[in-house]
T-cell receptor, first 109, second 117 residues
């Protein structure tokens, strides 16, 4: 079966760095997405990885290892506004998105 | 970047009536649109996938006759909740992409809060 695993909740301190991991098992692979979702709002796109390696975009970076079925989202210089849920989603061979349950990130001052 | 617009953002309707939610891709042609439902503090639940010009593919457990999806053009898909009941109250989100082009990002609309009273 297809499955995406990510931690349910994480806590970090303002100004620090946090890494949110995601492992996946899917029928084929056409890329991995990370989205941010604030409570009561729709998800917003953060990153897309289809090749192995690290993609850096400002304070956020995303890493992918296809051989390990593993990705992480790295958030640096954490700000209070980064408190949100972070959704990992994998696109399978039929271009369908398989969603993780999301990781709730709590930022403390 | 690409923008997907969803309307209305909030709607209250009486039990037994129908309500339509629109999803538009504003600056790209969306060959595929997805409709999700999300309950509080839960992850997205895919309801159906619609491809332009063809019937929507519904996920298991989603009533086709209750949640009518139309994808008449490359920029517009609609979700109609028919004979709405209080248990249909939820956050409905659409997303759109060009699924015939690998690597294209999926963009989300702003979401629609439906309250059935």
């Amino acid at each position: 079966g297809q499955n995406i695993d990510q931690p349910t909740e994480m806590t970090a301190t303002e100004g620090a760095i946090v890494q949110i991991n995601c492992t996946y098992q899917t029928s084929g692979f056409n890329g991995l997405f990370w989205y941010q979702q604030h409570a009561g709002e729709a998800p917003t796109f953060l990153s897309y990885n289809v090749l192995d390696g690290l993609e850096e975009k400002g304070r956020f970076s995303s890493f992918l290892s296809r051989s390990k079925g593993y990705s992480y989202l790295l958030l640096k210089e954490l700000q209070m506004k980064d408190s949100a849920s972070y959704l990992c989603a994998c696109m399978d061979s039929n271009y369908q998105l398989i969603w993780g349950a999301g990781t709730k990130l709590i930022i403390k001052p | 970047g690409a923008v997907v617009s969803q309307h209305p953002s909030r709607v209250i309707c009486k039990s037994g009536t129908s309500v339509k939610i629109e999803c538009r891709s504003l600056d790209f042609q969306a060959t595929t649109m997805f409709w999700y439902r999300q309950f509080p503090k839960k992850s997205l639940m895919l309801m159906a996938t619609s491809n332009e010009g063809s019937k929507a593919t519904y996920e298991q457990g989603v009533e086709k006759d209750k949640f009518l999806i139309n994808h008449a053009s490359l920029t517009l898909s609609t979700l109609t909740v028919t004979s709405a009941h209080p248990e249909d109250s939820s956050f409905y989100i659409c997303s759109a992409g060009q699924m015939d082009k690998p690597g294209n990002t999926i963009y989300f609309g702003e979401g629609s809060w439906l309250t059935v009273v």
